[in-house]
């Protein structure tokens, strides 16, 4: 087998990987839309979505698209060998990036969310979103000026974020099963968990190959 075999079939499973983690928002989304359409009634923990239903929306969207289409961005040969793809493809990413972070900060500010998410929890969703929102600007901003290695790392660090919700499907996961469901205390740090870990695998990736997706 090849190198370039062998590195084609690592950047196959990172994709899937990535794909996978971000078939877990898309499919929630799917079901709340399902839910905010299909004439379902609201319940405690689903009338913020009912009460102010665009933001909501717009964030299922931009999460959707930001985190399978993202996925993509990994694959070398389409970054080099079709660097207009890669162009196309990030002119979309950038607006859905910031606008599943800002519809996710607006929800955090603005929805009346359930009693046992606590401050914990909502101040995660503030610290998270915003290093977002942030890392995709300030990718943008490094790009225009030609700074390939800021723009990669910044943009790994703000889809890591936004990554965030099919880790937290497995960090909490266990938990339902072994433990029941979560107090207000573990509903805020399992998430929590899941951001972190993401974060920490973007700088690793950030470090140990420090021009490998600048070209």
Known sequence: MTDMSVRRGR???LVAALVGL???PVLAGGLRLAELTGGAAATPDSARFFAAPVPIVLHIIGVSVYTVLGAF???PRLRR???GWHRVAGRLLVPCGLV???TGLWMTFF???PDHD???LAAFRLVFGTAMAASVVLGLVAVRRRDLGRHRAWMIRGYAIGLGAGTQALTQLPWYLIVGTPGELARALLPG??????MAVAEWVIRRRPARFSS
């Not at 968990?193 to 993401?198: M, P, R, S, T």
């Open 73 to 75: 961005q990994f694959v």
């Open 111 to 113: 929805s009346a969310l």
């Open 100 to 102: 599943a972070a800002l």
């Open 193 to 198: 968990a899941g951001w972190v870990i993401n």
């Open 81 to 83: 060998g079709s660097p």
């Open 22 to 24: 971000g078939v877990v």
């Open 118 to 120: 606590g401050p914990l």
């Open 11 to 13: 950047a196959g499973w």
